[in-house]
């Protein structure tokens, strides 16, 4: 008889997610939590269920640019894929844009906004890219007061009605390099009418959206960032012509291949200042800060469905005699990347409450210190444990997971991205060493470690606080150290020290939790997962002997003396 492989199944998704369910009973009130379980039980069905049906049967189509009619008119439409149809109005109506603003959980309502996401990503084929562009622009608007704006816009950005919802683009990338914003040649000029903008934007992800904020210089003004100014734009007119925007195409990526994201031109587009003719980067930020938060919810979102395959197949498949279930060597591999899982999961939703606490005006000014210092080492942390697990998750499907219709593939082609929207890895460290530079920053992550470990009192726990306090202090006595000498070795080592500080704070996060887990539901696989998640390496601090010129000539491959 001809042996076939079983593939992998999925449950639902709430159900089956120990992980978030346990988060949940612990920092919701009860209340809220029965409110809100029902529709998480419904998304997790439809993630589990329908959705990834359709994600796999969908696996080969990919958006459509058509730039002329039959007529020879430029109408540039794009037709997206069957899911993304299916997911917009599943979005709109589950509210995963509005639960934030309707605030009908208070400081909560970002945890319940967000725990809907994490289940509607894995099967959403990357719809979160324009539902975090949405959230952030909704923010932003709001933040700049411009009533004009709001009153046009946010209704329609944070709707529950499909027929009225607006999704919202972000346009920064331009050819002349995406994370120095500040070369940007888009020009702003003032006409009778009101703001044409005139240049070319690289990328532009989810150009279907009907609304766009982007960054142009105003004629006249300085370069640089601060000379630019936030706009805000429609990408049709009233009868549905393009508003001065020509498509080029659609940029061929290696993953995210169901978002499309375009190349385009900007030839007198109208626009409206958001929030003055100068400071365009500054005030962007409240948008980069929320998509930087859905990137890092939506990567262990990714890291979940990763899991939940690995773990199915893991029983089925039959390999040397027996399943890989009951394999020694295959068990140490997963029982790895669970750990990761798990406490990329509890820093990326400490983002997540820390930005409800701050829209309900529960943050001091050291507390906004610390969100400001939390965002991008989040972001940065989660995002490369992302790669990591996505890569080992697949490998651990041998052949399958190289062959493109088992639909495993996807799982690392759209990880890959997570480290580079929103900011690099190196970007972002950058980011935070300037914020470490300044005030107390560092003083209070090492508070907010020993306030979050405080209670624990598990042996095994206790000594893995140790571990994430020694490798914070050791991250200030690098950086102590560096400016000192040299701030080029601070510069050299930003990304290690980041990454120290986060997989830091996600120990600590993840200690706390687990303590909380023995004591509340007598369950130690939290307790596991720290223990295993301190081994993996929580300090990564390079050698302080390291040399700038010989790490130079090293990766330039340039000729050295001996």
């Not at 499309?260 to 365009?280: I, K, M, S, W």
């Not at 394999?327 to 409800?356: D, I, N, S």
Request: proline share 4%.
């Amino acid at each position: 008889m001809t042996f076939l492989q079983t593939p992998p199944e999925l449950g639902n998704q709430y159900d089956d997610d120990r992980v978030l369910r346990s988060f949940l009973r612990r920092v919701l009130p009860d209340d809220v939590l029965r409110a809100i379980e029902p529709e998480l039980r419904e998304l997790g069905a439809w993630s589990g269920g329908e959705g990834y049906t359709l994600q796999l049967a969908d696996r080969k189509n990919e958006p459509v640019h058509t730039p002329w009619d039959a007529w020879g008119r430029r109408i540039d439409a794009i037709e997206v894929t069957a899911l993304w149809k299916q997911a917009a109005r599943i979005a709109a109506e589950k509210g995963l844009v509005a639960a934030a603003y309707e605030k009908k959980h208070g400081a909560f309502s970002r945890v319940h906004q967000f725990a809907l996401a994490y289940l509607f990503e894995p099967s959403s084929d990357v719809y979160t890219c324009p539902l975090a562009m949405t959230d952030g622009a909704a923010k932003t608007l709001l933040a700049h007061g411009n009533r004009a704006l709001i009153d046009r816009a946010v209704p329609r950005l944070t709707s529950r009605d499909p027929e009225m919802a607006w999704t919202s683009g972000q346009w920064m990338t331009e050819r002349t390099g995406g994370s120095d914003v500040g070369k940007s040649e888009t020009e702003a000029i003032e006409s009778a009418d009101g703001w044409r903008l005139h240049g070319v934007k690289w990328f532009t992800s989810a150009t279907t959206s009907p609304m766009a904020l982007t960054l142009a210089r105003p004629r006249g003004n300085a370069a640089g960032g601060k000379g630019l100014a936030l706009f805000y734009l429609e990408v049709r007119n009233r009868d549905g012509s393009m508003n001065g925007i020509q498509i080029h195409r659609l940029k061929d990526k290696l993953g995210t291949r169901k978002v499309p994201t375009a190349e385009l031109t900007l030839d007198g587009t109208l626009a409206t200042l958001v929030a003055g003719t100068t400071d365009g980067v500054r005030n962007i930020a409240p948008m980069l800060n929320i998509t930087r938060t859905w990137n890092s919810v939506c990567g262990v979102g990714g890291l979940r469905r990763a899991m939940a395959l690995v773990r199915d197949f893991a029983r089925r498949r039959e390999a040397f005699g027996s399943t890989l279930s009951r394999k020694p060597l295959h068990l140490e591999t997963v029982a790895g990347l669970q750990a990761e899982y798990e406490a990329a999961f509890h820093l990326a939703f400490a983002m997540v409450e820390w930005l409800g606490r701050e829209e309900n005006g529960a943050l001091g000014e050291s507390d906004q210190t610390l969100l400001r210092l939390l965002t991008p080492i989040g972001k940065l942390t989660t995002g490369r444990m992302a790669v990591h697990v996505a890569t080992e998750a697949v490998e651990s499907f041998g052949g399958a997971g190289y062959v493109e219709d088992t639909g495993l593939p996807r799982l690392l082609r759209d990880a890959q991205v997570l480290s580079i929207w929103e900011g690099t890895t190196n970007v972002l460290s950058l980011d935070a060493l300037k914020v470490l530079a300044k005030g107390d920053a560092l003083q209070r992550w090492q508070f907010e470690i020993e306030s979050l470990t405080r209670d624990v009192r598990d042996d095994a726990l206790r000594s893995l606080v140790s571990v994430a306090a020694g490798a914070t202090r050791d991250a200030g006595a690098f950086l102590r150290t560096a400016a000192e000498s040299d701030l080029q070795l601070a510069e050299a080592g930003a990304r290690h020290v980041a990454m120290t500080l986060g997989r830091s704070l996600a120990l600590a996060l993840l200690v706390r939790h687990a303590q909380w887990s023995l004591d509340t539901e007598r369950d130690g696989r939290s307790r596991l997962a720290a223990i295993r998640f301190a081994r993996n390496g929580i300090n990564v601090l390079p050698p302080r002997s390291a040399s700038l010129a010989d790490t130079a000539a090293l990766a330039m491959d340039e000729p050295t003396p001996v």
